[in-house]
């Protein structure tokens, strides 16, 4: 006997079903069999009974749910019609045990075999056309790419045999009995080659499909009670659309038992009269024949409505009428109370004409609220917020009442997480968000480095992606690296010239094979070479060795070759073609050498081979009818049928989507999850998330092979209908209070964007059924328009977004937001980047090579010793593409490399080897030319460096410690000090590739006081060479900086090298307290002008500002040094700089008091005795 | 020339069958015509929802023209609503030209109906950007297209492109010696040849003698097959190609008759907002 139970809400179905679970079965002690749609509805079903069966009162705490077993509808089925044919099978729990050949999983193999064997028959030739323009293998020699086709067709064939098993049977009967109902032109040649091929594959496969089974099993079904081993008693629950062939199989099994379906159906009134609209219905109609299409009058039944409609056809025209309705008590005279009585009752809304008839409503009354929001973070902070209002004026309310739904999870679930879990640290209360329906990829980290690996596998295997499969959490476990490691990786990938490729065979699938440089290999080399020996510039066995490898990290090179090693096999092994069973090996295995989960997460292995070996084809028919080639022969030794990367991906793409689950459904904190069929169970709180115009509804199925496409019938699947559905479902459900948020507005443009097109539905539904005060709109009144930032201060404000108090909860963005508001629209003026000095530092003997790098650049000496602070972007960032030109930076930095080389007393040709094994050149001849352009100008350098009296290359480092007056002093040492054999005289010598810069100069006079003042008797002098202004390789040009001895005497040397030292060192002192307003170029730009005689030059204003804000667009400008926008707040102009004046000790004896600005001062006092003394020199 | 060319009128008879186009001005209402058609096709039965379609150039017009479009429909179903329950004509000009030609009180009826199906109905107008439009077409086109299943779309090309266009010249390099251009210049050539699939690479390089452009043009033609090789190997479209290749199914020798008689089955009036785009 078959009873149809109905109601309009799932907690009344449930209840229903408890009623019919309360009669005890004849045997206590077999199972009862509850078919549910989804595993969330499973978990909510087993709470809802525990709270009936067996308790002492309705909803007492002491009742108990055990002995069920919930099978899917489909898979009940299934092992019925197994069963029923081999003949008191136990049904079956998952749908693999129960599912034949048959399923797309398996049947997908057989089918490519048969592709392979018969594409070119001649009523294929459609599909092979296809096959060959839109597939073809990338490869030379392979076939074309048919598995992503064979699966669609595939899956095609599974959903004919359950929604058009009388096509099928058409189909099996042979190709003379062509199909009645498709013979219409356009769609005769789709059905020509589909049958064709279904023949072919029914023949491979060699066991009836489902469909030829299904007459033989309902046969038996209705005439045995003993056909399947099943309880007296089966019941399928909240149903929202059952195809009819499950149908007729539960029809058949109520022949003998009580077959109970519960089904979700918004409206009892539009129930009776559908009824009497199908009276008679004779077979399942096609949708343009549906009966009961036009029968809806409420515009939300009519156009959401449509699935549960059609399901009352599909069952009639089975011919199961009576149902027993479960009444829903009338619900309360809210808004939204109003729209779902109507939903109820089907009711139109009041017509229109003179009289108005609509209920009148205040306002807003917080049953139905819209919000309108910029991107999705901010709709998901909306919701937090809505839901934290709701549970603050209601204490009755507890999280787990609440349920978030969201049409795409895995594009919000990331953002779910941070705004929910982080609310405590903004002082707004914390709230627990268990997001539920996450894919597997993302809960399992194992199965995302199997996928990582799959996707390695497809690319170039760039520096980037070692980094990124390095940083994965299982990869780094493995391995043991930490955040510096990974750190360190980076640093040596891109010091070692690693951009793409294992090794150079790995690029012969570019053509590329041969060109090394740049490889994991090569890079590889230089870094376990550079733990072996500590060589400086030499060539190995033709490899580079990598410098500046501390042996406290040789045990970490050993991790990162192991890694690279390991992965680099794992990729060489998954290259070119090979059968599903080999590709889910390979990929486990490689994920297992790479990485490995936690210990109290080891399931994520298990989980892992499972997901993997569920791929790879279980049954392979021996029967080979095409002709024997090689390719073919080779498949038969593999395992089925060879399929390179792409067509794993897709085969795997399938495995690792998030599939709706019992995890994290309804655990007692409040439940995120996707909007699927039966999620929405009763929820006092329902909030729709993302409901964004594109990406709700679905678009509707567009696929032009699928022939139920071609003439749809009544209970046929459609995305566009089953969201609008759900959206019925969501809007019955919500008990209390239902929130949407959607995106209002482009959080980029802030233009204003329409809502999709149901939720539009729900607002003209709104203004038809109700009227608002003032004559608003349901647009006006329902919707609250959010800002864009979470700090504006409208979300402080009192009842500006709808509540009555303000509407955040939190206090950081309060804070924000006052300061915003004090600020008003008036700019506040800069504050200065430090209210005062700080502290003086520890004053200790000063290091010469500190000294030094606060003159080079003040700000930033300051900024790291005394802030730790490191401005800018990281200089080492690994790059994935080869090197075919050398930027002009990269250039210096192979000139300064090899004049140091050579100043070093090192061979010019051995150090342009050493350059490149480096693997920072353009590969082969292409760095041919810069090389040989850049040692030309190294050596023409070397020839005028030769010529400068005095230089010679003849030179050593010195210790020094300089004593000076109140017990300060400087220490460190200078790296080439020439001391001529004759005179005794010490020259400080200096060579840079660079244009000799005031930098250096500032170098050369700091090291040459301190050697002046440590060793007056050697009356230093010193020389600094670079290139010139203007110097090309046709017409070489130097400039030279020339410091003579400060003094006639060792005493005068000691004397005046001591005082100016003292000068450096005074302003070390200041510069360690506060940025001092010194900047390199600029103020030696300024200084020189300003020592120039009056008139000469253009003003030490407009030679300042070539070094500060050039015109030349292809020169920074020390304005824009990102060191001097931190302390200076933002690219300052000159005029501006010019503001500050001197401080009280900024002036006195040494200080040039004609200098007004601070700047000026400061300069001045810095370059002032440095001028005075400096020869500069062109050659 | 504008005179040879007759006023369009929303009350008038409508265009077709054929190519018909509306040139106007910015701001004088091409959009609200553009809704205006669809409204008068739909409530005359001219066309059903299902066959309508209207394509436009960016995604955030395609939301905008949506809005637009039902609202619309709506105001005139609520306009012929009126008219029904007062019996009185509608003051809009569009509803009250359909009223005014439906005949009796059962033709006001049956096209408010007509509106109401349209509205609950909505989904199945298609409504999108071109690219939108050729991407459902190659799927609808099914085996008679020449689409992969799975197939993703590269919204930003230029990446790959560079990385073709470098790895032929460093393979070029390594392999002939020096090319008389730089590497800059040589991504602009391959990225123009790429970007225009459909013109032809000149000068032809048959045993023409290496000039400087003849290698320009090998290396234009080779970026272009060996961009066409990663796209298919790493199972990816671009959204010329995704142009292209839906001509390409359309004027094929064999297969093209049956991928057009799909599309026209498919689609009974096709609107083309913003065509100077």
């Known amino acids: 006997m078959l009873h149809l139970h109905r109601s309009a809400r799932a907690d009344y179905l449930a209840a229903a079903l408890g009623d019919v679970l309360a009669q005890p079965p004849p045997d206590p002690l077999q199972p009862e069999v509850v078919s549910v749609p989804t595993r969330g509805v499973e978990r909510w079903l087993a709470q809802e009974l525990s709270h009936r069966l067996g308790a002492s009162s309705v909803r007492g705490p002491d009742g108990i749910c055990a002995n069920i077993t919930w099978p899917f509808p489909g898979t009940l089925v299934a092992s019925m019609t197994s069963a029923a044919l081999r003949e008191g099978h136990r049904p079956a729990r998952s749908q693999g045990d129960a599912a034949g050949p048959w399923v797309p999983d398996r049947a997908v193999w057989p089918l490519v075999q048969v592709l392979d064997d018969h594409l070119d028959d001649e009523p294929l030739a459609p599909v092979a056309a296809h096959l060959r323009a839109a597939y073809p293998s990338p490869a030379a020699g392979a076939g074309p790419r048919r598995f992503a086709f064979a699966r669609h067709v595939a899956d095609l064939f599974d959903r004919y045999a359950v929604h058009r098993p009388e096509m099928l049977l058409a189909w099996a009967g042979g190709p003379s009995s062509a199909e009645p109902e498709f013979s219409e032109p356009g769609w005769a040649a789709d059905v020509a080659w589909q049958s064709y091929l279904w023949r072919l594959l029914r023949r491979r496969i060699g066991v009836p499909s489902p469909a030829e089974e299904a007459q033989e099993a309902l046969g038996r079904l209705r005439g045995s009670p003993d056909a399947v081993d099943l309880p007296g008693r089966v019941s399928c629950f909240g149903l929202t659309r059952l195809p009819a062939s499950y149908l007729r199989a539960l029809v058949a099994l109520a022949t003998h038992r009580e077959v109970h379906l519960f089904l979700l159906h918004p409206s009892p009134a539009l129930w009776d009269r559908a009824a009497q609209a199908c009276a008679g219905l004779r077979g399942r109609p096609y949708r343009s024949d549906d009966p009961t299409a036009k029968l809806a009058q409420n515009p939300l039944c009519r156009s959401w409505g449509r699935d549960a409609r059609e399901m009352q056809v599909v069952l009639a025209a089975e011919g199961a009428v009576q149902a027993q309705l479960h009444e829903v008590p009338a619900p309360p005279a809210t808004l939204l109370g109003l729209l779902q009585a109507n939903v109820y009752r089907d009711s139109a809304p009041p017509p229109v004409g003179a009289e108005d008839a609509r209920v009148l409503f205040e306002g807003r009354d917080g049953t139905l609220t819209l919000h309108s929001c910029h991107g999705r973070a901010r709709q998901v902070e909306v919701t937090r917020e809505a839901v934290l209002h709701l549970l603050a004026a209601d204490p009755t309310l507890e999280p787990r009442d609440v349920i978030i739904m969201c049409p795409d999870i895995e594009q919000f679930a990331p953002l779910v997480t941070a705004v929910f879990e982080t609310a405590g640290e903004t002082g707004a209360p914390a709230m627990r968000a268990r997001l539920a329906d996450r894919s597997v990829r993302q809960t399992n980290p194992m199965l995302a480095v199997a996928a990582h690996l799959l996707e390695l596998a497809g690319g170039r295997a760039t520096a980037s992606q070692l980094l990124d499969f390095a940083s994965r959490e299982p990869v780094r476990r493995r391995f043991g690296l930490d955040e510096d490691d990974l750190g360190r990786l980076e640093v040596w990938l891109a010091g070692s010239g690693v951009r793409w490729g294992v090794d150079a065979t790995y690029r012969q699938a570019w053509k590329l094979g041969s060109i090394p440089d740049g490889t994991w290999r090569a890079g590889l080399d230089r870094l376990l070479l550079g733990v072996a020996m500590n060589d400086e510039d030499r060539l190995f066995a033709g490899v580079l060795p990598y410098e500046d490898i501390g042996s406290s990290e040789f045990d970490l090179v050993g991790r990162v070759a192991e890694l690279v090693n390991r992965l680099s096999c794992v990729l060489e092994g998954m290259r070119g073609r090979h059968d599903a069973a080999t590709w889910a090996a390979m990929l486990a295995d490689g994920a297992q050498l790479l990485a490995c989960p936690a210990d109290a997460d080891l399931w994520q292995t298990d989980q892992l081979r499972r997901v993997l070996s569920s791929v790879a084809p279980v049954d392979q028919a021996p029967i080979n009818e095409g002709p024997v080639d090689e390719a073919r022969l080779e498949e038969q030794q593999a395992g089925g049928p060879l399929i390179d990367w792409a067509e794993t991906a897709s085969l795997l793409a399938d495995k690792l989507q998030g599939r709706p689950t019992r995890a994290n459904f309804r655990t007692g904190d409040m439940t995120v999850c996707t909007l699927v069929p039966m999620r929405s169970v009763p929820h006092r709180v329902v909030c729709l998330l993302g409901m964004d115009d594109g990406v709700f509804p679905r678009h509707p199925a567009v696929d032009g092979d699928d022939l139920m496409l071609a003439a749809p019938m009544v209970g046929d699947r459609d995305g566009a209908g089953e969201d609008r559905q759900l959206l019925l479902d969501a809007l019955l459900a919500a008990t209390d209070h239902l929130v949407i948020t959607y995106e209002g507005r482009d959080q980029h443009l802030n233009q204003p964007k329409p809502p999709c097109v149901p939720i539009a539905e729900l607002l003209d539904a709104v203004d038809r059924t109700v009227r608002f005060a003032g004559g608003l709109t349901a647009r006006d009144v329902l919707v609250v328009e959010h800002p864009l930032q979470a700090f504006d201060a409208r979300n402080y404000q009192p009842g500006a977004l709808g509540p009555a108090g303000p509407w955040r909860f939190d206090s950081v963005n309060f804070h924000a937001a006052r300061k915003l508001v004090k600020r008003g629209a008036k700019r506040e003026r800069r504050r200065p980047f430090l209210e005062g000095r700080l502290a003086p530092s520890p004053s200790g003997p000063v290091d010469l090579a500190m000294l030094v790098r606060f003159l080079e650049h003040p700000a930033r000496a300051f900024l790291r010793a005394r802030l730790g602070y490191y401005p800018g972007p990281a200089t080492d960032r690994v790059c994935d593409s080869l090197n075919l030109e050398l930027a002009p930076l990269e250039r210096w930095a192979v000139g300064d490399r090899l004049l140091s080389a050579v100043e070093q007393g090192r061979d010019l040709d051995m150090a342009i080897a050493a350059e490149l094994g480096r693997g920072l050149l353009p590969p082969g001849p292409l760095a041919k030319r810069p090389l040989a352009e850049v040692s030309a100008a190294v050596k023409a350098l070397l020839v005028k460096a030769g010529e400068v009296p005095g230089f010679c290359t003849d030179a050593h480092a010195m210790e020094l410690a300089a004593q000076l007056p109140g017990g300060r002093s400087v220490m460190g040492s200078v790296p080439r000090v020439a001391i001529d054999p004759v005179t005794g005289r010490a020259t400080l010598l200096r060579l840079t590739y660079s244009k000799l810069a005031a930098k250096h100069r500032l170098r050369a006079w700091a090291q040459f006081l301190a050697l002046g003042a440590a060793f007056p008797d050697l009356m230093p002098s010193a020389i600094t060479v670079g290139q010139s202004e203007g110097s090309t390789p046709e017409r070489p040009r130097a400039r030279v900086s020339f410091f003579g001895p400060l003094g006639r005497d060792a005493g005068e040397v000691r004397e005046r090298s001591v005082e100016a030292l003292g000068v450096l060192v005074d302003l070390y002192d200041r510069g360690m307290r506060e940025p001092l307003p010194i900047y390199c170029a600029t103020s030696a730009a300024w200084a020189e002008a300003c020592m120039l005689p009056d008139g000469d030059g253009p003003g030490p204003k407009e030679a300042a500002r070539q070094y500060w804000q050039p015109s030349n667009e292809d020169f920074r400008g020390e304005a824009r040094e990102p060191e001097h926008m931190t302390v200076l707040g933002t690219v300052l102009e000159l005029a501006d700089l010019l503001e500050a004046l001197p401080a009280d000790d900024e002036g006195g004896p040494g200080w040039d008091e004609r200098q007004e600005t601070r700047f000026g001062r400061l300069s001045l006092r810095l370059w002032a005795p440095l001028l005075a003394h400096e020869h500069l020199a062109l050659r | ?277």
């Open chain 2, 1 to 277: 020339m504008s005179q040879t060319r007759p006023n369009f009128d929303l009350t008038g008879p409508m265009p077709g069958p054929g190519v018909t186009v509306l040139e106007a001005s910015a701001g004088t209402g091409k959009t609200y015509t553009l809704a205006g058609i669809v409204t008068r096709l739909l409530a005359e039965g001219t066309c059903r929802t299902g066959a309508l379609l209207v394509v436009t150039f960016t995604r955030s017009a395609t939301g905008e023209l949506r809005d637009r479009v039902r609202g619309r429909l709506l105001s005139t179903y609520r306009d012929l609503e009126w008219s029904l329950a007062t019996g009185e004509a509608p003051q809009e000009r569009l509803a009250r030209f359909l009223v005014g030609t439906a005949g009796d009180r059962a033709g006001v009826h049956r096209r408010w109906s007509r509106l109401s199906e349209a509205l609950a109905d909505f989904d199945r107008a298609t409504i999108t950007t071109t690219h939108g439009f050729c991407h459902m077409v190659l799927a609808a086109l099914g085996v008679w297209g020449e689409v992969a299943h799975g197939a993703s779309l590269l919204e930003a090309p230029e990446d790959l492109v560079r990385e073709v266009c470098d790895d032929l010249y460093a393979r070029w390099v390594v392999m002939n010696g020096p090319l008389p251009f730089r590497p800059g210049h040589a991504r602009t050539v391959a990225g123009a040849a790429i970007a225009h699939p459909g013109l032809e690479v000149l000068p032809a390089t048959g045993n023409a003698q290496l000039s400087d452009d003849v290698l320009r043009s090998r290396l234009a033609s080779g970026a272009r097959k060996e961009m066409d090789r990663r796209l298919l190997d790493a199972n990816l479209l671009t959204y010329d190609a995704l142009i292209y290749r839906l001509a390409a199914a359309l004027e094929h020798h064999e297969r093209g008759k049956e991928a057009v008689a799909r599309l026209q089955e498919r689609f009974e009036t096709v609107l083309v907002d913003e065509f100077q785009d």
